[in-house]
């Protein structure tokens, strides 16, 4: 049912609370922020940071309660395990209550009473929650939508990234944080703004910025003429101030190369706006840590080349709200592609669910309160060194009186809060083992950012999703035990055996030519339908598909079938798989068929194949099979290819993942039914918190998680 309604929830919050800024002032070229990156730190290890203590935390929002019970929720905290605090991210009028007028007394206090009961925190700067103040004095630094209306204030982050004034009073109340917080130990470091990557800019300084955006990257009017293929409906510029911002057009559509180097130039805008504060926070508290908490499968912004910019990534996770695929595999999902966005280091999971999500006009599910342990293991076996509760009490007022915290309202110690005591207790047992343990893994997902962009322009049918992919063969490996990465087109991916790149759009001649030494020095690379089509510019290819991997690949794709509502079957070594979506009709120039289509005009044609290619092997996959089963089989085909072997399936409901350092590795079983499983383990185990012999049976109780030490560490 939800799913729909959830897996939406994050589109929604881009269609809905994507306001833009207003056009009226000077020039975009004042108004930007500096393009000199923040320095981060090189290797930071989030569990020395934090004085030697796995990260354990709340979202604690002491400005909304009275103060006379922050001492009952200190202690309440500590009794829980919680030494980390998120503070602060939406209480700039509070922090700021006139302009140029600061008062920090009341965090201050707060701070205090917290850290005697030894917990430490991050703050936000506020920056998601401009005051009213402020928009009144400045009504241009609200939001616009893409038709141009501007917001009324009453939202967050309805701010426009650009905007002059916006900007000075983000230079004010960030230094103001930063001088006044940058001794204090209570204090570990800031969280910059909250869940950035909207609201999409479309006002004067936008535009203004876009076009010099594009001057720096085309230098020559006619290169980017050329680029674009403005000739189509003669769309050709003679001036730069000319060049449009995109959508809001007749018919709503719009040159796909120009919509695609927007989306470069807001991902890259958003950058730099955190760089903006980041620069400012580094030079006045250089000892304070820097992250900013983002939104795991979201895609407005390139979190790749974001998190260059932080100390380490930080998310908000929601199983509840955000899944889709599963409860249990789509925030696996999620917690991998945040570790890769930061070249594979460790993260923490800035607001964790705690209860029922719930926004003022849609819900999400309510979660048996022991999955809350179990998904903080599953944060912490993907590579997670900090569990952060989103939040510790529900709110009284505003939007989210529904988004359950750990406790109520009433404040009553509940079911959820003995749940996540439970959780506090292991884990500080367990500090010493997770400790400078990482995830390794020798398969790997390509997220291709320019791809998920381009299909947003041109969705390919009504039903396509770029991440259902991602998620289905990310499902089959783990299905079968093997940890997966998530890479970057960017990023090194030479040590991985199996490499999967789903509907690899658009792709650039260098990325093209780096999967080819892939492939040529042994990788297996599994390449799916709707691949090679576009070059970097989002310009149809001239070759015939699919275009730069039809050699690769060796096929060639003379015709397709995109359907939306038809299915089809595909046979494959004797067994019959739905499928839908699109079909590409593939002819083998090399390739040997590895599945044919069994309906409609190609019925016999081949739907799958696999070509060897140098020392390693292409699959191609010209559909989307719909079953598991297929993706099951075509795990292990791949598995097979690269020479590595895959574990005995588990049984549905159960995740097992792993972590290890020199000689150790962790084993994190985790049951997210409310019925018993039994899983069969093969190296000899001992349990991490009792000590005791495991397996290699294993009977894992209804909502269980066992968490095992092997000796000796094997592969991913
Ligand atoms: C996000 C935000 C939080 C809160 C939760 C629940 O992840 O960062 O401030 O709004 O969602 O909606």
């Known amino acids: 049912m939800q799913a729909g309604v959830i897996g939406g929830y994050r589109r929604w919050k881009m269609l809905f609370l994507l306001p833009l800024a207003m056009a009226i002032g000077t020039g975009a070229a004042r108004a930007q922020p500096p393009r000199k990156p923040a320095a981060p730190a090189k290797r930071f290890d989030l569990i020395r940071w934090n004085h030697g203590q796995f990260i354990y935390g709340a979202d604690y929002y002491p400005e909304a309660w009275p103060e006379r019970q922050w001492e009952q929720d200190a202690r309440r905290m500590q009794a829980a395990g919680i030494n980390f605090v998120r503070l602060g991210e939406f209480a700039w009028v509070k922090m700021e209550p006139a302009e140029g007028r600061f008062d920090f007394a009341w965090l201050d206090r707060a701070l205090q009473v917290l850290a005697a009961h030894g917990i430490r925190a991050v703050l936000g700067t506020p920056t998601a929650a401009p005051p009213a103040w402020l928009y009144a004095k400045y009504p241009d630094i609200a939001a616009v939508n893409r ?110 190369s120009l919509a695609l180097d927007y989306d470069r130039f807001f991902s890259q ?40 910019a932080i100390d380490f990534a930080a998310w908000d996770n929601y199983p509840m709200f955000d899944q889709r695929h599963s409860d249990y595999f789509g925030p696996a999902l999620a917690h991998d592609l945040m570790r890769g966005s930061k070249a594979g280091r460790n993260f923490m999971v800035m607001e964790e669910e705690a209860g029922l999500p719930g926004w003022t006009t849609f819900w999400g599910r309510q979660a048996a309160p022991r999955l809350y342990r179990v998904w903080a293991y599953q944060a912490i076996a993907h590579g997670a060194d900090g ?47 997770i400790e400078g343990t990482r995830v390794a893994a020798r398969i790997a997902l390509l997220v291709s950012p320019a791809s998920r962009w381009a299909f947003h322009i041109q969705p390919l049918t009504k039903n396509f999703d770029y991440n259902r992919q991602l998620e289905r063969y990310y499902a089959a490996f783990r299905r079968r035990r093997a940890n997966v990465d998530v890479v970057f087109p960017q990023q090194d991916f030479s040590r991985y055996k199996v490499l999967v790149a789903p509907s690899l759009f658009a792709a650039s001649a260098g990325l093209a030519r780096k999967l080819t030494r892939f492939v040529a020095a042994g990788g297996v690379l599994v390449l799916t339908y709707r691949s090679g089509v576009k070059d970097a510019h989002n310009v149809f290819t001239r070759r015939t ?50 599945a044919t289509y069994g309906q409609n005009y190609y019925a016999g044609k081949p739907a799958a194949t696999l070509n060897r290619f140098g020392r390693g092997a292409v699959i191609y996959v010209g559909t989307e099979p719909e079953t598991d089963a297929f993706y099951d089989r075509l795990a292990l085909l791949a598995a097979k290819q690269a020479g590595i072997g895959l574990g005995a399936r588990l049984p549905a409901g159960v995740e097992e993942a792993s972590r290890k350092k020199a000689g150790e590795k962790l084993l994190f079983l985790l049951n997210y039914t409310g019925r018993p499983q039994r899983v069969r383990i093969t190296a000899a185990a001992r349990n991490a918190l009792t000590g005791g012999r495991e397996g290699p049976q294993i009977e894992l109780p209804a909502y269980g998680v066992r968490v095992l030490r092997l000796a000796g560490a094997g592969g991913g």
Request: proline content about 5%; charged content about 20%; aromatic content about 14%.
């Open 147 to 256: 038709e141009g209306i501007r917001y009324r204030f009453g939202s967050r982050r309805n701010y426009s990234l650009l905007n002059p004034h916006f900007l000075a009073a983000t230079r004010a109340i960030v230094t103001a944080e930063a001088e006044h917080y940058k001794n204090n130990p209570a204090v570990l470091g800031f969280q910059i703004d909250n869940e950035l990557g909207n609201p999409y800019c479309y006002d004067h300084y936008c535009r203004a910025a876009f076009q010099a955006w594009l001057r720096r990257k085309y230098h020559r009017l006619d290169a980017l003429n050329r680029a674009w293929g403005t000739i189509f409906w003669g769309h050709t510029y003679t001036a730069w101030t000319e060049i449009p911002l995109p959508w809001n057009t007749l018919f709503g559509v719009v040159n796909p």
């Open 387 to 433: 569990v952060c509760y989103f939040r510790w009490r529900t709110s009284r007022y505003g939007t989210e009186q529904y988004w359950q915290g750990i406790l109520d309202q009433d404040s009553v110690l509940n079911q959820r809060y003995r749940v996540i005591a439970r959780m506090g207790r292991e884990v500080r047992r367990l500090t010493p083992l």
């Open 545 to 594: 598909l699919p275009g730069r991997f039809a050699r690769l690949a060796g096929i060639a794709i003379h015709d397709y079938d995109p359907q939306t509502t038809q299915k089809q079957t595909i046979l494959m070594a004797g067994a019959r798989y739905p499928a839908g979506v699109w079909f590409d009709i593939l002819t083998p120039a090399g390739a040997r068929v590895l």
């Open 269 to 308: 805008t958003t950058r730099r706006y955190l760089d903006f504060q980041a620069r400012i926070l580094r030079r006045i508290a250089p000892a304070k840590a820097i992250t900013t908490n983002e939104m795991g499968m979201f895609d407005a912004v390139d979190y790749s080349r974001l998190n260059t």
